[in-house]
């Protein structure tokens, strides 16, 4: 079985231009999370969904950052424009349970903004 | 607001040299605590779900534990390929998971 499929999983940009992570979930995994991690510390809740709604996006900055879960399967996550404190890891994960804590994580998309 | 802290930061340990991680927790309404191992680069690795006090969980050389405040991951016997880092999560009421630091595990051949 295929896990969650992130790309790209590097990314380099100039402050201000725009940015966009994709994330495919394991199939039949109706719940997809976006998470962000900063070295050395713990993943941290951007937005989650189940199906195509968004229901929880309470710390997804709303200003710069958007995000999309069309036809509730894929997801994009966008940045625009990025700031240099937006470098990090960018986690896509799924889970079979709604509002559960067993998530399996794809590999990440790192951001690098100079 | 939920709060998940682990010690140490950082445990190096000799091969075969037993030791524990530590998870202390506060949440409102604990539906659930959680260890993660996620090795460089990678995404965080689902190891176990555990409920209520006193519940254990035993994967090969790890087992986690769990206390009204606390939960435990000992490593017995450890080898190099376990060298990760362990991270704990606690999922409230809310239905928000909420990651600890994490305690970066080095074993030494």
């Known amino acids: 079985e295929a896990g969650v499929v992130q790309s790209p999983r590097y990314k380099i940009i100039e402050k201000k231009q725009p940015v966009a992570f994709w994330c495919n979930p394991i199939s039949g995994h109706n719940t997809l999370y976006w998470y962000l991690q900063n070295l050395g510390q713990g993943p941290e809740l951007l937005i989650r969904?189940?199906?195509?709604?968004?229901?929880?996006d309470s710390q997804l900055p709303k200003d710069r950052f958007s995000a999309e879960r069309l036809k509730g399967v894929d997801s994009t996550l966008k940045i625009q424009p990025a700031e240099l404190g937006d470098s990090a890891v960018y986690l896509c994960?799924?889970?079979?349970?709604?509002?559960?804590?067993?998530?399996?994580f794809g590999e990440g998309s790192r951001l690098t903004v100079l | 607001e939920d709060q998940v802290t682990q010690s140490p930061e950082a445990l190096r340990l000799q091969e075969g040299e037993s030791s524990s991680l530590n998870c202390s927790y506060t949440v409102s309404g604990l539906r659930g605590l959680f260890w993660y191992r996620q090795d460089p680069g990678k995404g965080p690795e689902f190891l176990f779900t555990?409920?209520?006090a006193g519940e254990e969980k035993e994967k090969e050389r790890l087992k986690a534990t769990l206390t009204k405040k606390e939960s435990f991951l000992h490593i017995t016997a450890p080898k190099p390929e376990d060298s990760a880092t362990y991270l704990c999560a606690v999922l409230g009421g809310n239905e928000k998971l909420t990651f600890g630091t994490g305690t970066r595990l080095t074993i030494i051949p």
């Open positions: 969904y189940e199906n195509e709604e968004a229901v929880d």
């Open positions: 555990l409920y209520s």
């Open positions: 994960a799924s889970s079979l349970r709604q509002g559960g804590g067993e998530l399996f």
